[in-house]
């Protein structure tokens, strides 16, 4: 008897006699064509607000959407994270919460900036000639394409939110508070403008934040260069103050500190040498060179011991020690700068200060330190400018390198009065330019080059131009990390600190990241010079450089935000629109025109969408959870932990979801050049969005993953089998009537297993939701689904479903089990498998207004529960484990065709296997003809046995009686009723009660 039933060789065919499966659910899902039916039913039934309505009592959980840039089609990253987030709301929702779930776009920024201006630069047209709200309408005109572009993708994925009224950054009310929210951290006196170097992209003319970054290999220029001493130990006095002896002070008086650094162009900017106390160095004197230039025997050399020797041999000579050299020494030697003298410039004092950031991996041991042009240097500097200036050292940082990459006036010998004119750094192409030819012309001009060569590396470019950048010291505005708040010891960084320890970690190991980040990150840089953007609305008083705090002028500036947008700030006339009468003379005051980083914009949307309840209801701040990428670690959840402790003294958040990034099916990067890059349009043109989901919610997305054809095979065919079972399911629910439903108690106990069996993967399907573990919560169901019932469960009463009389306790306890499974598994995959849950939810539950995702998880009775019955069936289980294999032994041999041709005798030696199998039909249980228990007895030598099962042995026999033409089964009680002498007493029944029911026989 199979599920289709064909002619038996009998003269009669009983198929149409059987409760066989119906149903129009359609074996090939044609996911592509079918998915937009549904969603345009969803919206038509405006399923998103309906689940506002019928959960508004319920507690909120919030996912906080972290904003997409609106500037290009969405890729496979895009689909992955909106997916997770869908997972997630959608779970949350059936969990039993109100999970709204609000979209939004970043809408501001480079990105954006940058696209306008290449079509600008197509149509030969200069960005400054335009006036500057005109610019900043293209700027908006092309994000709200993108945007649209971009919800209907996002749409196509199944994700559900509140799509007709997202967040835009560039709307008119978020311009308007993140504006508030920058005035409220100036109003803190948390804001201040300084100067630092910031990392700056020459050819996009702006500083970048680290999150902009990406690093590439490249060819830098690498030089050695002699810093000539200028003044001894014994002639300086330490850091103490103090005078000492030195045996080595009048060696050192004629010889030369050796550093090493891959930025030539930054020796002008050198201001110190920073050394480590934590390493060794010596004097060496040279005994022997290989070139004519360079270095020349008899000059005297300090380096760090460990790198001496490389040293000389990159410069083709032979060095001789001649004494060690301390820490307290060096700490008291001045150099004199390397291009002393060169256009009547470089006459300061050059100081050796000690630095954390100093190592012997690489170099001299020595790190020449340009203040303005590293983060290292800057710093070593800054905490040693108390003593510079006791010593007498100018601290001033001058800015040397202007905004095009060129030296300013400030730099003798290379600035634009200069007789080659000003040196540049970087062009507008992010090629190199002529600053470090020149730099090191000067310096072998000077004799001050030990040895140059060229170094393979990884630096910094910008993730969007792809070009390489510098640190260039710049004013910037800047918010502080270590300034008090509220408090002494109340800073930014203790409540950013404190904050994530408050917070949850999904993976829990992600929060040493984001701490470690925190703990030794420099003072928040807020500016840009750019257009496009929320300018940073203050104003400076130009004697003083006070910023005016003033409640009168942020509600004139935010009040016109809010009608206007910040184009006001740039508007003719804004400057005395917005001060009013706050200040006795205009003139006094600057309008700073620079704008805001967009990750302050991004930082701000906690206060902009979670906090505006009249737009959204039904959010809550702090939100329940932020998810992205591993990359916002250093992104938007930092910038958002930043800008909420500032302004709210927590994070904006309770817990942080981290997932990995895609990588092609063999682990490598997805790139266009490479030609390996899976489009999530692709495949839901060929597959449909459901087998996306599915993906998304098998892998292990807390790291990176793989993605590729054989990959999405794998994914297809796990699908085949869900919708497989579905489909039996559905077919066999056609002939279920609920008035029939049987009482748990009244069910035999195979029933009642797969109800305990529900019970369980309740509780363990709800835990891997609660978790946010939706391979785990897949896993769960799948195994159940495939191992369980399609291999087990659905296999055994498949005789009883198709061929038991309708009065059949046991087919009705069956049905009423199937529907059970319908109800809880539906619901169980509804969050992953959107489309395909809700064609099979229809199928037995049409309507208008139906539909699987208005559900919660179906709570299940504590009395499935049944841990007793659940070991009884492991044993019997076990047993029949024993018994199939030994028939899928003859059936590989073709002594048998199908399993009701045997009547396999079972050797069972294990009492409590036989006290499990006591009162069970083991031939029904092991789809046999007939079956023979035999206690105690000594099996044949060749009878099949699992090492697992101890105590059962099989051997195999072929049922004896002639084969029923409806069920298929073999019986010698086939032709006992004389009125149906082709089957059994069981089905002979059957036929009587469907000939009563009027049904066909």
Same mark, same amino acid.
Request: glycine share 6%; aromatic share 10%; proline share 5%.
């Given at each position: 008897?199979?599920?289709?039933a064909?002619?038996?060789?009998t003269?009669r065919?009983y198929?149409?006699t059987?409760?066989?499966?119906?149903? @129009? /659910?359609?074996?090939?899902?044609?996911?592509?064509?079918r998915e937009?039916?549904w969603?345009?039913?969803?919206?038509?039934?405006?399923?998103?607000?309906?689940l506002?309505e019928?959960?508004?009592?319920r507690p909120?959980?919030?996912?906080?959407?972290?904003?997409?840039?609106?500037?290009?089609?969405?890729?496979?990253?895009?689909?992955?994270?909106?997916?997770?987030?869908d997972?997630?709301?959608?779970?949350?929702?059936?969990?039993?919460?109100?999970?709204?779930y609000v979209p939004?776009?970043?809408?501001?920024?480079?990105?954006?900036?940058?696209?306008?201006?290449e079509?600008?630069?197509?149509?030969g047209?200069?960005?400054?000639e335009?006036?500057?709200?005109? /610019?900043?309408a293209?700027?908006r005109? *092309?994000a709200?394409h993108?945007?649209? $572009?971009?919800?209907?993708e996002?749409?196509?994925?199944?994700v559900?939110?509140?799509w007709?009224?997202p967040?835009?950054?560039?709307?008119?009310?978020?311009?308007?508070?993140?504006?508030r929210?920058?005035?409220?951290?100036?109003?803190l006196?948390?804001l201040?403008r300084?100067?630092k170097?910031v990392?700056?992209?020459?050819?996009?003319? #702006?500083?970048?934040a680290? %999150?902009?970054?990406e690093?590439?290999?490249?060819e830098s220029d690498?030089?050695?260069?002699?810093?000539p001493?200028a003044? &001894?130990?014994?002639?300086?006095?330490?850091?103490?103050?103090l005078?000492?002896?030195?045996?080595?002070?009048a060696?050192?008086k004629n010889a030369?500190?050796v550093?090493?650094? &891959?930025?030539?162009?930054t020796?002008?900017a050198n201001?110190?040498?920073?050394?480590?106390?934590?390493?060794?160095?010596g004097?060496?004197?040279?005994q022997?060179?290989?070139?004519?230039?360079?270095?020349?025997?008899?000059? +005297?050399?300090?380096?760090?011991?460990?790198?001496?020797?490389?040293? %000389?041999k990159?410069?083709?000579?032979?060095?001789e020690?001649?004494?060690?050299?301390r820490?307290?020494?060096l700490a008291a030697i001045?150099c004199?700068?390397?291009?002393?003298?060169l256009?009547?410039?470089?006459?300061?004092?050059v100081?050796?200060?000690?630095?954390?950031?100093v190592?012997?991996?690489?170099? #001299?041991?020595f790190v020449h330190?340009?203040?303005?042009?590293?983060?290292?240097?800057?710093?070593?500097?800054? =905490?040693?400018?108390?003593?510079?200036?006791?010593?007498?050292?100018?601290t001033?940082?001058?800015?040397l $390198?202007?905004?095009?990459?060129?030296?300013?006036?400030?730099v003798?010998?290379?600035g634009?009065? =200069?007789?080659?004119?000003a040196a540049?750094?970087?062009?507008?192409?992010g090629k190199?330019?002529?600053?470090?030819?020149?730099?090191?012309a000067?310096?072998?001009?000077?004799?001050?080059?030990?040895a140059r060569?060229?170094?393979k590396h990884?630096?910094?470019?910008s993730w969007?131009s792809?070009k390489?950048?510098?640190?260039?010291?710049?004013?910037?505005? *800047?918010?502080?990390?270590?300034?008090d708040?509220d408090?002494e010891?109340?800073t930014?960084?203790?409540?950013?600190?404190k904050?994530?320890?408050? #917070?949850?970690?999904?993976?829990?190991?992600r929060?040493?990241?984001?701490?470690?980040?925190?703990?030794n990150?420099?003072?928040?840089?807020?500016?840009?010079?750019?257009?496009w953007?929320v300018?940073?609305t203050?104003f400076?008083?130009?004697?003083?450089g006070?910023?005016?705090? !003033?409640?009168?002028?942020?509600?004139r500036?935010?009040?016109?935000f809010?009608?206007e947008?910040?184009? %006001?700030?740039?508007?003719?006339?804004?400057k005395?629109? /917005?001060?009013?009468?706050?200040v006795?003379?205009?003139d006094d005051?600057?309008?700073?025109?620079?704008?805001?980083?967009?990750? *302050?914009?991004s930082g701000? #949307?906690?206060? /902009?969408v979670?906090?505006n309840k009249?737009?959204w209801?039904?959010?809550?701040?702090?939100?329940?959870?932020?998810?992205?990428g591993?990359?916002?670690h250093?992104?938007?959840?930092?910038?958002?932990l930043?800008?909420?402790?500032?302004?709210?003294?927590?994070?904006?958040?309770? =817990?942080?979801?981290?997932?990995?990034?895609?990588?092609?099916?063999?682990?490598f990067?997805?790139?266009? =050049?490479a030609?390996?890059? $899976?489009?999530?349009?692709?495949i839901? +043109?060929?597959?449909? %969005?459901?087998?996306?989901r599915?993906?998304?919610a098998?892998?292990?997305?807390?790291e990176?993953?793989?993605?590729?054809?054989?990959?999405?095979k794998? &994914?297809?065919e796990?699908?085949?089998k869900?919708r497989?079972?579905?489909?039996?399911?559905?077919g066999?629910?056609a002939?279920?009537?609920?008035? @029939?439903?049987?009482?748990?108690?009244?069910?035999?106990?195979?029933?009642?297993l797969i109800?305990?069996?529900l019970?369980?993967?309740?509780?363990? $399907?709800?835990?891997?939701?609660?978790?946010?573990?939706? +391979?785990?919560a897949v896993?769960?169901?799948?195994?159940?689904?495939?191992?369980?019932?399609s291999?087990?469960?659905?296999?055994v009463? +498949? !005789?009883?479903?198709?061929c038991?009389?309708?009065?059949?306790?046991?087919?009705?306890?069956?049905?009423?089990?199937?529907?059970?499974?319908?109800?809880?598994l539906?619901?169980?995959?509804?969050p992953?498998?959107? *489309?395909?849950?809700?064609?099979?939810?229809?199928?037995?539950?049409?309507?208008?207004t139906s539909?699987v995702?208005?559900?919660v998880?179906?709570a299940?009775p504590?009395d499935?529960q049944?841990?007793?019955?659940?070991?009884?069936?492991?044993?019997i289980?076990?047993?029949?484990?024993?018994i199939?294999?030994?028939?899928?032994?003859?059936?590989k041999?073709?002594?048998?065709?199908?399993s009701?041709?045997?009547?396999?005798?079972?050797y069972?030696?294990?009492?409590?296997?036989?006290e499990?199998m006591?009162?069970?039909?083991?031939?029904?249980?092991?789809?046999?003809?007939?079956?023979?228990i035999?206690e105690g007895? &000594?099996?044949?030598?060749?009878?099949?046995?699992?090492e697992d099962?101890?105590?059962?042995?099989?051997?195999?026999?072929?049922?004896?009686?002639?084969?029923?033409?409806?069920s298929?089964?073999?019986?010698a009680?086939v032709?006992s009723?004389?009125?149906?002498p082709?089957?059994t007493?069981r089905?002979?029944q059957?036929?009587?009660?469907r000939?009563?029911?009027?049904?066909?026989?």
């Amino acid at each position: 008897m199979t599920d289709t039933a064909p002619g038996a060789t009998t003269e009669r065919d009983y198929s149409t006699t059987l409760f066989l499966p119906q149903t @129009e /659910f359609p074996m090939r899902a044609g996911l592509p064509k079918r998915e937009p039916e549904w969603l345009k039913r969803w919206e038509d039934m405006n399923l998103y607000e309906r689940l506002r309505e019928q959960s508004a009592d319920r507690p909120k959980f919030t996912l906080h959407d972290g904003p997409p840039y609106a500037n290009g089609n969405i890729h496979i990253g895009h689909a992955l994270n909106k997916t997770l987030k869908d997972l997630v709301s959608r779970s949350m929702q059936m969990l039993g919460y109100n999970s709204a779930y609000v979209p939004g776009w970043d809408c501001h920024g480079l990105p954006i900036e940058w696209k306008i201006e290449e079509q600008y630069r197509a149509k030969g047209k200069n960005k400054d000639e335009v006036p500057i709200n005109e /610019f900043r309408a293209e700027c908006r005109t *092309f994000a709200e394409h993108w945007v649209d $572009v971009q919800r209907e993708e996002f749409k196509r994925l199944g994700v559900m939110g509140d799509w007709d009224n997202p967040y835009l950054t560039m709307s008119f009310d978020a311009e308007a508070q993140i504006a508030r929210e920058l005035m409220k951290v100036a109003g803190l006196g948390q804001l201040y403008r300084g100067s630092k170097p910031v990392m700056w992209s020459v050819v996009e003319r #702006t500083a970048l934040a680290e %999150a902009e970054i990406e690093y590439q290999d490249y060819e830098s220029d690498a030089i050695w260069v002699k810093f000539p001493v200028a003044t &001894t130990p014994k002639e300086a006095p330490n850091e103490a103050g103090l005078e000492y002896e030195s045996l080595t002070a009048a060696s050192l008086k004629n010889a030369s500190v050796v550093i090493w650094t &891959t930025t030539p162009w930054t020796i002008p900017a050198n201001r110190a040498i920073s050394y480590s106390s934590k390493l060794e160095y010596g004097l060496y004197e040279v005994q022997a060179t290989e070139n004519d230039f360079g270095p020349q025997p008899g000059e +005297k050399l300090i380096f760090a011991d460990a790198l001496a020797e490389e040293c %000389a041999k990159k410069a083709k000579l032979t060095l001789e020690p001649i004494a060690s050299v301390r820490a307290e020494e060096l700490a008291a030697i001045t150099c004199y700068h390397p291009l002393r003298g060169l256009g009547n410039g470089y006459d300061f004092d050059v100081p050796l200060l000690d630095g954390e950031h100093v190592t012997d991996e690489a170099g #001299t041991g020595f790190v020449h330190t340009a203040p303005g042009h590293g983060v290292d240097d800057f710093e070593v500097w800054m =905490s040693n400018a108390r003593q510079l200036e006791a010593r007498g050292i100018d601290t001033n940082i001058p800015f040397l $390198v202007d905004a095009d990459g060129f030296y300013t006036k400030d730099v003798p010998g290379f600035g634009p009065d =200069s007789q080659d004119g000003a040196a540049r750094i970087i062009d507008d192409k992010g090629k190199k330019g002529d600053a470090n030819k020149r730099v090191i012309a000067a310096l072998i001009e000077a004799d001050r080059l030990f040895a140059r060569g060229r170094v393979k590396h990884q630096y910094p470019h910008s993730w969007r131009s792809k070009k390489p950048i510098i640190f260039r010291n710049t004013p910037q505005w *800047f918010v502080y990390m270590d300034k008090d708040i509220d408090g002494e010891g109340d800073t930014l960084r203790s409540r950013a600190l404190k904050a994530i320890d408050d #917070t949850k970690f999904v993976p829990a190991a992600r929060q040493t990241r984001l701490r470690s980040m925190i703990e030794n990150r420099p003072d928040w840089v807020l500016s840009r010079q750019r257009a496009w953007g929320v300018p940073i609305t203050v104003f400076v008083h130009k004697d003083t450089g006070k910023i005016l705090v !003033d409640e009168t002028v942020n509600h004139r500036i935010a009040q016109a935000f809010e009608e206007e947008g910040a184009d %006001a700030w740039f508007a003719e006339g804004a400057k005395a629109r /917005f001060l009013g009468d706050a200040v006795e003379n205009h003139d006094d005051w600057e309008q700073v025109t620079d704008i805001l980083d967009v990750w *302050f914009d991004s930082g701000s #949307t906690h206060a /902009f969408v979670l906090e505006n309840k009249q737009k959204w209801p039904h959010l809550k701040w702090p939100a329940s959870m932020y998810l992205e990428g591993t990359d916002q670690h250093r992104g938007w959840f930092h910038s958002s932990l930043l800008e909420s402790c500032v302004t709210r003294g927590r994070a904006p958040y309770d =817990s942080v979801l981290t997932h990995g990034f895609t990588m092609d099916q063999n682990g490598f990067k997805m790139s266009k =050049s490479a030609g390996n890059v $899976v489009a999530p349009q692709d495949i839901i +043109k060929q597959y449909g %969005a459901d087998i996306l989901r599915l993906w998304t919610a098998t892998i292990d997305y807390a790291e990176d993953h793989r993605l590729g054809d054989e990959i999405l095979k794998n &994914t297809v065919e796990t699908y085949r089998k869900i919708r497989n079972s579905f489909r039996w399911l559905l077919g066999n629910l056609a002939h279920y009537n609920p008035d @029939e439903a049987v009482e748990r108690a009244q069910m035999p106990e195979l029933e009642r297993l797969i109800l305990h069996r529900l019970f369980v993967l309740d509780k363990e $399907v709800r835990a891997a939701y609660e978790a946010f573990d939706y +391979k785990r919560a897949v896993s769960l169901v799948g195994n159940f689904m495939n191992l369980e019932l399609s291999a087990f469960y659905f296999d055994v009463r +498949k !005789d009883a479903l198709y061929c038991d009389p309708i009065s059949s306790v046991r087919r009705k306890a069956s049905l009423t089990v199937l529907d059970q499974l319908y109800s809880c598994l539906t619901a169980w995959l509804a969050p992953v498998l959107v *489309f395909t849950m809700e064609e099979v939810w229809l199928e037995r539950n049409p309507g208008e207004t139906s539909s699987v995702h208005t559900r919660v998880f179906p709570a299940i009775p504590a009395d499935w529960q049944d841990e007793a019955l659940a070991e009884k069936w492991s044993k019997i289980r076990a047993v029949r484990r024993v018994i199939t294999g030994a028939l899928e032994i003859e059936r590989k041999n073709k002594t048998i065709g199908s399993s009701l041709e045997a009547a396999p005798k079972v050797y069972v030696s294990d009492p409590a296997l036989l006290e499990a199998m006591s009162g069970h039909d083991m031939a029904d249980i092991a789809i046999t003809s007939g079956l023979e228990i035999i206690e105690g007895g &000594t099996p044949p030598a060749d009878a099949f046995a699992l090492e697992d099962v101890p105590g059962v042995a099989v051997e195999f026999a072929l049922a004896a009686g002639k084969r029923c033409a409806r069920s298929w089964k073999i019986s010698a009680d086939v032709g006992s009723d004389p009125e149906y002498p082709d089957i059994t007493p069981r089905d002979a029944q059957a036929m009587r009660e469907r000939a009563s029911a009027g049904l066909p026989v």
